[in-house]
């Protein structure tokens, strides 16, 4: 059992190693947005560490250099991070039996969307310790590359500064593309959330719509019609 155990840990260690070198370059460019904007490197560090949430965090950083509120603030933090709480009720169909309340506490913390793109094509049940594992070299990444880019931002030209977020996008096409190639279902999910993505952003019409809020409206209309044209047939116990 301990030897099982050490082994879903190295198992979700090995699958965050991609999505832990794939932050650093992303949490560079935020250090370096947080000290230029007056943040000390310390708080940067600490808020990288505490929050795992790119969005989240160069949108929440954006709103306290100009002085907003603290309850705009808190609001636009949260209608952000909403996508996580929808990833979180995927997941819980998927952990293994003898995970409790508090660890799934634990894995809340550490949801982001390539954590999710992994665990959710996982064939296994999600273990506390597989979770464990995955979550642990994306949050030592993000907080790293935040401590990189808050200490050494004069060392770099600003054209090669400005190139480093391309890699979460790169990284984040790597993990689904295999999954998509082997499920239909899954590659018909992300066509259509494609699809909604494109309306959302280039019809006039929806203009209205903050930015923060379609790719959640394009999540739940791409999950719900998934539901519809093909339901997950319930296992019998």
Request: positive net charge.
């Amino acid at each position: 059992m301990i030897k099982r155990a050490k082994t879903q840990f190295l198992d979700g260690l090995l699958s965050g190693l991609p999505i832990g070198l794939g932050y650093f370059p992303v949490s560079f460019t935020f250090g370096i947005m947080a000290v230029e904007g007056g943040l000390s490197p310390l708080l940067s560090i600490l808020m990288s560490f505490t929050n795992l949430t790119s969005a989240g965090q160069f949108a929440g950083t954006k709103l306290i250099f100009s002085v907003s509120s603290l309850l705009t603030i808190a609001f636009a933090t949260i209608v952000i991070n909403l996508r996580y709480m929808l990833m979180s009720v995927s997941l819980s169909q998927k952990l293994a039996t003898n995970v409790g309340f508090f660890k799934r506490l634990v894995f809340g913390f550490g949801i982001t969307d390539e954590v999710f793109a992994i665990a959710v094509v996982r064939k296994e049940p999600l273990t506390f310790k597989f979770m464990l594992g995955i979550m642990t070299l994306p949050i030592i990444g993000w907080t790293l590359g935040t401590a990189a880019g808050a200490y050494l931002s004069d060392l770099l030209p600003e054209s090669l500064q400005a190139a480093m977020g391309i890699a979460l996008y790169a990284m984040f096409i790597a993990i689904i593309i295999p999954p998509a190639k082997r499920e239909k279902p899954l590659l018909a999910a992300i066509l259509i959330s494609i699809g909604l993505s494109c309306v959302l952003n280039f019809v006039p019409v929806f203009e209205f719509i903050s930015p923060s809020i379609k790719p959640l409206i394009c999540a739940i209309l791409a999950a719900l019609i998934m539901a519809i044209v093909h339901p997950k047939e319930r296992q019998e116990p």
